[in-house]
């Protein structure tokens, strides 16, 4: 698609929602239940919309919470729930909302005080550590709901539920409480619970998520090591659920560490326009990231977080914005050269979109990389048990184990990563950008790309259901395929489209879950004049799949 002319502008006013019309909407606004785009629909982190859409609205929360309270009960789940918002202007209100159902079946729901944001990854950290000494019995566990749509523009709301195991529920999950939350919205509501908001506000306990999360953070970062050789960090929370643990770490562990922005507006005013005029939170984005890159060189590392902090931005003095990849592999080949007491047989574990370039520092640190479809909640099970040391998304979402080899979170989390580069800065010095540099020269220099192109709902499930045969490659770009794949070689799970790969390239096809797009991500390790004639090849095979129906 191409790149708007307003991309890394500040945001005008009329770019800027209206608040009051959003908020307006949510409470009285009831979904047209003829549309599918009106229902609940969990993708892979929960149901996201906005109430102008009629997407998002109280009836969607009061359905889907009732649901989720019906399913914590049919499996035994009997301990609190944590509940966590972030800075959009919905988030609020469907706390509200939810709040009033969880007291009503008695659920002992844990807040944070007077309104504060929560980033996903406290919740994570929260239900694990409420669980560690409760998972022999299995009772009294916990488990959590954040109310964030991520890095998604400002008209956005977004509702996810975390089972017992902390992070993002399984599909297996998420099917029973979308089919019971419509159910319940094609009943009229009838069946849900409720009690009133004052009494709802009363029972919730309020609990120091901060304290809690920043307190530990010495059990997994080397923050003595980051104060000592006095690395200079900038952080822009970009508006979101991190400002006031950024102010926290800064404060408990002395370091030379400085919030640029302060700013939480629920419009997101402050702004630069992502790549297609829109205001988004992403910090893997160069336009939405534009303000604090002016500053890389006031720092020696500069850093970023989402709405709700579960995604990294890193930006150094020579490089600029890394790309998610080029971290991701510099973080990789960091900790396992530096956890000593990680298990040697703890593995790799990234996404079948990131890039090949973590498959060659895997291999160059002997270490196994496994390979699963999109979505962080295939890492879940490898982080609790140890077996994968890190999991890591092209998307800049990522966690890794304990300085000991315990599990830390199993969601992605943006904090964490992001006090990373600092550590590997203090530790190497060398920053991010220049160690990625080293790699390079090690591994060879991959570029990487991601575009995306219009796709009716008809055409996503074409290519949903694609397989290696029906897309018929057998050459790419002027070398033979050595893989063509449509389940993920690190767990067999389907890939809800197609990856091929040859000797030194690959592409990946895979509708959107959230937009009428579908996006091509693809590698080369040959430059970019070649990384271009992979895209092209690419999108001619799609095209002409999709044109088959």
Known sequence: ?????????????????????????????????????????????????????????????????????????????????????????????????????????????????????????????????????????????????????SHNPPADGGFKYNPTHGGPADTSV?????????????????????????????????????????????????????????????VDPLGGASLVYWQAIAERYKLDLNVVNTTVDPTFAFMTTDWDGKIRMDPSSPYAMASLLRLAGSFDVALANDADADRHGVVTPGVGLLNPNHFLSVAIDYLFGHRVDWPAGTAIGKTLVSSSMIDRVGAGLGRGVVEVPVGF????????????????????????????????????????????????????????????????????????????????????????????????????????????????PGNGAAIGGVKVVTDDAWFAARPSGTEDVYKIYAESFRGADHLDTVLAEAQTLVDAALTRG
């Open 174 to 234: 998420t099917k029973v409480i979308q089919d019971r939350a419509n159910a319940l919205l094609d009943a009229g509501l009838v069946g849900v619970s409720q009690v009133s908001y004052a009494d709802a506000r009363a029972a919730a306990v309020v609990h120091d998520y901060v304290g809690a999360y920043v307190e530990d953070l010495a059990d997994i970062i080397d923050l003595d090591a980051i104060r000592s050789a006095g690395v200079r960090i900038g």
């Open 377 to 488: 909640k295939w890492f879940v099970d490898g982080l609790i048990g140890g077996t994968l040391g890190f999991g890591g998304e092209e998307s800049a979402g990522a966690s890794f184990l304990r300085r000991g080899g315990g599990v830390w979170t199993t969601d992605k989390d943006g904090l964490i990563a992001c006090l990373l580069a600092a550590e590997i800065t203090a530790v190497t010095g060398r920053d991010p950008g220049r160690a990625y540099a080293e790699l390079t020269e090690r591994y060879g220099a991959p570029a990487y790309r991601r575009v995306d192109a219009p796709a009716t709902p008809a055409q996503k499930k074409v290519l949903a259901a694609l397989t290696p045969e029906s897309l018929g490659a057998s050459r790419l770009a002027g070398a033979p395929v050595t893989a063509a794949l449509s389940h993920a």
């Open 1 to 149: 698609m191409p790149i708007s002319p307003r991309a890394g502008q500040p945001a005008a006013a009329e770019d800027l929602v209206d608040v009051d019309a959003l908020l307006t909407a949510y409470h009285d606004r009831h979904p047209d239940l003829a549309d599918p785009a009106q229902r609940v629909s969990f993708g892979t982190s929960g149901h996201r919309g906005s109430a102008l859409r009629g997407s998002f609205n109280a009836d969607h929360i009061l359905a889907t919470t009732q649901a989720i309270c019906e399913y914590r009960a049919s499996t035994g789940v009997d301990g609190p729930l944590f509940l966590g918002i972030d800075t959009h202007a919905l988030s609020a209100p469907a706390l509200a909302t939810a709040l009033r159902v969880l007291v009503a079946h008695g659920v002992a729901v844990r807040i944070a005080p007077d309104g504060e944001a929560t980033p996903t990854p406290v919740i994570s950290h929260a239900i694990l550590g409420h669980n560690r000494e409760r998972a022999a019995s299995g009772r009294g566990l916990a488990d959590g709901i954040v109310i964030t749509p």
